[in-house]
């Protein structure tokens, strides 16, 4: 076993690697148990918060039972520090069926599969935020002023196209992903949270302001825009890849139910009052972010900054995820003497590649959306049912769970399925055809 601390992946990990003579890839033994009260963090998607859909309490209870589905069955194998992936892998080995047992190791790699892509996906879409608002304030400054007076519509052709600004941030990003320190990256989250919500703080204290009638508002939004919003709900809610991290570094593990449920009901408590009252304010004006449509006087450009600072620390947070996964397998391949260059490499690398896809696809909304989509909703919702049902079928389970079961695996797939073809549909639309995000068109 070599371990990880002196491959230069700091202080996150509390395993040591192993070679499968089997497969030849490397596996995740059970560690040491982490230090009791050892840093750690877990984020919702504070960008999922602004984004255009209201989200449902719903969306709540079918995140929380899929969390609880995987934070859950692993106890009965006696498994203390285990990751998603080793979750579903220890599943499909007790599983009755003697194909699936056969083949479990890639119910892990599936898993992991899934979490990179998502994972990037979201640091995807936070480029796209910091670029959307540094694009705007820094092309308004100049008719910034004192007073907070509502926007009015007015085209702009903007000064720098808004994929320059995602370069700009680039170089700023690498730099923050090379912090492998748990303890130095809980300072940053903190710093996150506390600019986050001073910016909600405000945020709240301008919608709650003039709002007009809202009878003049439609019932009902078009079939198609609910397929839109499943995939922006999933991409809010999802966060079963790091909820087993965030339950193994608890100082008494055994309150994580009551945590979890805690937290997500604040959340969704905080999810419908923003999303309700935003609609009600701006009604079809609304932008791909809330920020977008907030006044463009220095206070409000100040929540602007102090939200993109926000998610310029919490990405980080997100990328661990995949680098854990990844840098792994590639330090696997070289010697001890290159460990540290081919950590950062890939780290250089991951962080590019985000910033590409952000660059050929600028449009924040249609992304969490499709994100989601294709990959959140295989995580949070069509995997944590079927792999209960996998493990604990032989057991004699109650038809109410087996039905809930594949209820939320039903309703995940007809999800993805269905809300990956409209967020590629509106995709491929010309910009007019569809909902412009902020990119060319300014409010002042």
């Not at 959307?132 to 052709?157: F, G, W, Y």
């Not at 661990?320 to 990844?326: D, T």
């Amino acid at each position: 076993a070599i371990n990880a601390r002196d491959l230069g992946r700091g202080q996150f990990a509390p395993t040591c690697r192993v070679d499968s003579p089997q497969q030849g890839l490397p596996l995740l033994k059970e560690g040491p148990p982490r230090e009791k009260g050892q840093a750690g963090t877990w984020v919702q998607h504070p960008t999922g918060i602004l984004s255009r859909s209201l989200n449902i309490p719903s969306a709540q209870n079918l995140a929380s039972i899929s969390n609880l589905c995987i934070a859950g069955f692993f106890l009965r194998l006696q498994k203390t520090f285990v990751n998603y992936g080793e979750a579903m892998m220890y599943g499909l080995e007790t599983c009755p069926n003697a194909w699936l047992r056969t083949h479990s190791v890639w119910g892990r790699y599936t898993v992991s599969f899934l979490l990179i892509i998502t994972q990037l996906g979201f640091c995807s879409v936070y480029f796209m935020f910091m670029a959307d608002n540094l694009q705007q304030m820094v092309e308004e400054a100049h008719v910034t002023s004192n007073t907070c007076q509502p926007r009015k519509i007015l085209v702009l052709t903007p000064i720098l196209d808004i994929r320059f600004y995602m370069l700009i941030i680039l170089p700023f990003l690498v730099l923050l992903v090379f912090i492998q320190n748990l303890r130095v990256l809980s300072i940053f989250s903190t710093l996150a949270n506390i600019t986050t919500l001073g910016s909600m703080a405000l945020i709240f204290e301008y919608i709650v302001q003039g709002i007009p009638d809202p009878r003049n508002l439609p019932l009902m939004a078009s079939w198609k825009t609910f397929l839109l919003f499943f995939g922006t709900a999933i991409f809010t809610f999802e966060g079963v890849g790091i909820v087993l991290s965030l339950k193994n570094q608890m100082k008494h593990p055994q309150q994580f139910s009551f945590v979890l449920y805690l937290g997500m009901s604040l959340v969704i408590v905080l999810y419908i009052c923003l999303g309700t009252l935003g609609y009600m304010k701006f009604g079809s004006n609304t932008q791909a972010s809330i920020t977008l449509n907030l006044p463009n006087c220095w206070l409000y450009q100040s929540v602007k900054l102090m939200y993109s600072i926000g998610i310029f620390f919490t990405y980080a947070l997100q990328f661990h995820v995949p680098a854990e996964i990844i840098i792994p397998i590639v330090i696997s391949q070289v010697s001890e003497s290159w460990a540290l260059f081919a950590d950062l490499s890939v780290r250089t690398a991951l962080v590019c590649l985000t910033c590409v896809s952000a660059i050929l696809i600028p449009r924040l909304d249609l992304v969490i959306s499709l994100v989601g989509s294709v990959s959140s909703s295989a995580l949070a919702l069509i995997i944590p049912p079927l792999l209960e049902l996998i493990t604990f079928y032989p057991e004699d389970m109650s038809c109410v769970t087996i039905a809930k079961d594949i209820m939320i695996s039903m309703l995940g797939l007809l999800g993805c399925v269905f809300g990956t073809y409209q967020a590629l549909y509106e995709l491929i639309q010309p910009v007019s055809h569809s909902i412009a995000n902020s990119t060319g068109f300014f409010q002042l």
